[in-house]
């Protein structure tokens, strides 16, 4: 089994920063790639921000500027910098993990999610 930790999400005012970490752990071979989806209420989960391995970045084009990804591969943790929050940043984020298990086999797990609310 695979457990992803996820931690950082809150209340914050328009403008302000937030830091969301994801660890990984468990019966994991090589991690390919981690990344960050969110979804707001009524709308389909969308990816913000993806790296891999050799870290590579992905961002959505609506984050770009105001949000970074880091990924300590020691930890097996990510990190999403989130900076500049605007109230349409406000959705449950996702921590994913695409990675090869003991078995080699490619698997990918989801996160239980943690809340994001930029609000005045």
């Known amino acids: 089994q695979v457990q992803l930790v996820e931690s950082g999400g809150g209340l914050v005012q328009p403008g302000e920063s937030l830091r969301l970490s994801c660890a990984a752990s468990?019966?994991?071979?090589?991690?390919?790639?981690m990344g960050w989806y969110r979804q707001a209420p009524g709308k389909q989960r969308e990816l913000v921000a993806a790296?891999?391995?050799?870290?590579?970045?992905n961002y959505a084009d609506s984050v770009k500027g105001r949000f970074s990804i880091s990924r300590d591969n020691a930890k097996n943790t990510i990190y999403l910098q989130m900076n500049s929050l605007k109230p349409e940043d406000t959705a449950d984020y996702y921590c994913?993990?695409?990675?090869?298990?003991?078995?080699?086999?490619?698997?990918?797990?989801w996160g239980q999610g943690t809340q994001v609310t930029v609000s005045s």
């Open positions: 468990g019966i994991i071979f090589r991690i390919n790639a």
């Open positions: 994913n993990i695409e990675y090869i298990s003991t078995t080699l086999v490619r698997k990918d797990y």
């Open positions: 790296i891999t391995r050799d870290g590579s970045t």
